[in-house]
């Protein structure tokens, strides 16, 4: 493993930035950072961390992945582009028909974008001038990005939104089937209740005939690792296919693996009519695509949407390997069998420490949220910021969601080891206990 510290030692970054980087971004750790290699964060001090957090799901093969690397370095001396609004180059192309070979049918095609939220944003204009209605249906809790389109129909937090009122106008919001802990753990409980509040909606606040699109991540992400239960999934299908509706599943954190099946949706065994992806398609280089079958991107039109750098051939390089090493080390088996020992490692914690209130989540994708009190399950995001905090001390990198922060999510590179695996509960059980 290549340990070295190619920034001068110990530089604080955090100092340097203070007099002119924008204050704005928010960040979970002010620590410098050197260099990453495998599944290390190196700071400037030389120290690595196992990283967990992946720059938010994005570096999901880890840092320096040699495949990954070796395509970026020459694609990079062949051409960067952008070329898009010019013709064709290769990698885009080829890149677009290995994603579409992951999808079912029919989606098939694909269009790249920048970022999560930009796709998310294409995605709404597509629902919109397709279907000719207004109206948009999003879930409590979502997180769909930034852009003044995405943050329309998101509602993690009042701070992706205040001050920026209005927002799109059309969008209604439905709760979101979060079993725990409203209802204790009860996926049936908590679809039937939430489809039954998005039936009274189409009644009586937008008809069916109004909507365009309803969107949803199959596992809620930054809103705090929820996964939407299949029966929910399902019954969204039904309602959306009676009634000439486009079903978005975001699966921007959720792609590529992370749950155990290439694509989240495919846990419930149903196909969406837009996928939106993003984070991991190119381990970190920006990238983002709209897959949909070929008629619904035929009918949205020709210059209905566009892009400067979108699928520039750089990142499409990176997003080629990317698939190319899930495909080849079976990554989608191994986020599996890795997911199902971290969270039974994770469950194992729970019995000598009542502060974990739920495990849950599919593959790597896995949510441990900390409680005050286990009975009412309420939420303890202090402590949650306070174990993220000492297990970073402690050289593991975990992030924290949910409303509250309460809940330490767990999104380890696909190829993560068992020692790893068994390292980082090693430091989590040492961070729980203060
Ligand atoms: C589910 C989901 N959708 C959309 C986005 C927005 O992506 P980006 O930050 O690339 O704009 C994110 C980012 O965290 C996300 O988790």
């Avoid at 070929?294 to 209905?304: F, I, P, S, T």
């Avoid at 990198?397 to 309460?406: A, D």
Wanted: hydrophobic letters at 45%; charged letters at 20%; aromatic letters at 6%.
């Amino acid at each position: 493993m290549d340990t070295a510290d190619r920034t001068p030692a110990s530089l604080d970054l955090a100092a340097l930035a203070a007099p002119n980087m924008s204050p704005v971004l928010g960040r979970y750790f002010d620590r410098s950072w050197s260099h990453g290699s495998g599944h290390r964060l190196f700071d400037t001090a030389g120290r690595g961390y196992l990283d967990f957090a992946n720059g938010i799901a994005v570096t999901a093969l880890g840092h320096a992945h040699p495949r990954v690397s070796a395509a970026i370095h020459e694609q990079v001396d062949k051409l960067i582009g952008p070329v898009h609004t010019i013709g064709f180059s290769e990698p885009t192309v080829r890149l677009a028909a290995m994603l579409a070979d992951t999808f079912p049918d029919p989606l098939d095609t694909v269009l790249f974008l920048n970022s999560g939220s930009e796709a998310i944003d294409g995605a709404l204009k597509l629902a919109r001038r397709v279907t000719g209605r207004p109206g948009i249906i999003a879930f409590r809790g979502a997180f769909h990005g930034r852009t003044i389109g995405a943050a329309s129909v998101t509602t993690s937090s009042l701070n992706y939104r205040t001050g920026y009122e209005p927002l799109l106008p059309s969008v209604y919001f439905a709760p979101f089937p979060a079993a725990y802990p409203e209802f204790g753990g009860d996926d049936e409980a908590a679809s039937a209740a939430c489809l039954r509040v998005l039936e009274s909606l189409l009644q009586t606040v937008i008809a069916p005939s109004e909507v365009a699109a309803i969107i949803i991540e199959p596992v809620q992400g930054e809103g705090g690792y929820y996964p939407a239960p299949a029966s929910f999934l399902r019954a969204l299908r039904r309602l959306c296919t009676d009634n000439g509706i486009l079903l978005i599943a975001d699966e921007v954190q959720t792609g590529f693996g992370r749950t155990g099946e290439m694509w989240a949706f495919e846990h419930a065994g149903i196909v969406p009519d837009v996928a939106v992806l993003a984070k991991a398609i190119a381990n970190g280089l920006p990238l983002s695509a709209i897959v949909t079958s070929r008629d619904l991107q035929q009918r949205w039109g020709r210059g209905a949407h566009g892009t400067t750098y979108g699928g520039n051939p750089v990142a499409c390089a990176a997003g080629i390997a990317v698939l190319e090493t899930i495909r080849d080390e079976n990554l989608v088996a191994n986020a599996r069998l890795r997911g199902a020992e971290l969270s039974g490692g994770l469950r194992e914690l729970m019995a000598d420490h009542p502060s974990i209130g739920d495990v849950r989540g599919p593959g790597l994708m896995i949510g441990v949220e900390l409680v005050a009190d286990r009975s009412s399950g309420a939420p303890d995001g202090a402590l949650a910021d306070a174990v993220a905090t000492r297990a970073a001390e402690a050289g593991l990198l975990v992030l924290t969601c949910g409303p509250s922060h309460q809940v330490v999510r767990w999104i380890p590179p696909l190829d993560v080891t068992v020692p790893e695996i068994e390292e980082a509960l090693r430091i989590f059980e040492g961070a729980l206990e203060g």
